[in-house]
Nanobody, 127 residues
Framework: VQLQAFGGGLVQPGGSLRLSCVAS????????MGWFRQTPGKERDFVAA????????YSSDSVKGRFTISRDSAKNTVYLQMNSLKPDDTAVYYC?????????????????????WGQGTLVTVSS
């Protein structure tokens, strides 16, 4: 499967963006998906995850209440709605997919759980 993330850009503090991750090849409904972010010189951090069924979601403490992950399996797309953005949210955001056989309600929060990665989309929060 190939993943393409887009929707990043420059936004002022307090603003909103919605990132999209489109899967091609095998449909995204076959995979649990996640969003991660990384800034220069730092490790990649988990942001949010959604189960294969879409019924299970989880967000990191740093974005909980501000970011929402969702999926539209008919469109092979996973979304990350980001509200109340802060300068600390500035990063390259990556989407990822986990292959294999596992419960449809499970989500995954570690980078090593994922097998496919998109190319990343830059989000810059600045006034």
């Amino acid at each position: 499967v190939q993943l393409q993330a887009f929707g990043g850009g420059l936004v002022q503090p307090g603003g909103s963006l919605r990132l999209s991750c489109v899967a091609s090849g095998r449909t995204s409904s076959n995979y649990a998906m996640g969003w991660f972010r990384q800034t220069p010189g730092k490790e990649r951090d988990f942001v949010a995850a959604v189960s294969r069924s879409g019924g299970g979601t989880y967000s990191s403490d740093s974005v909980k209440g501000r970011f929402t992950i969702s999926r539209d399996s008919a469109k092979n797309t996973v979304y990350l709605q980001m509200n109340s953005l802060k300068p600390d949210d500035t990063a390259v955001y990556y989407c990822a997919a986990k292959r294999g056989i596992y419960p449809s309600e499970h989500y995954y929060t570690e980078g090593y759980d994922y097998d496919y990665w998109g190319q990343g989309t830059l989000v810059t929060v600045s006034s």
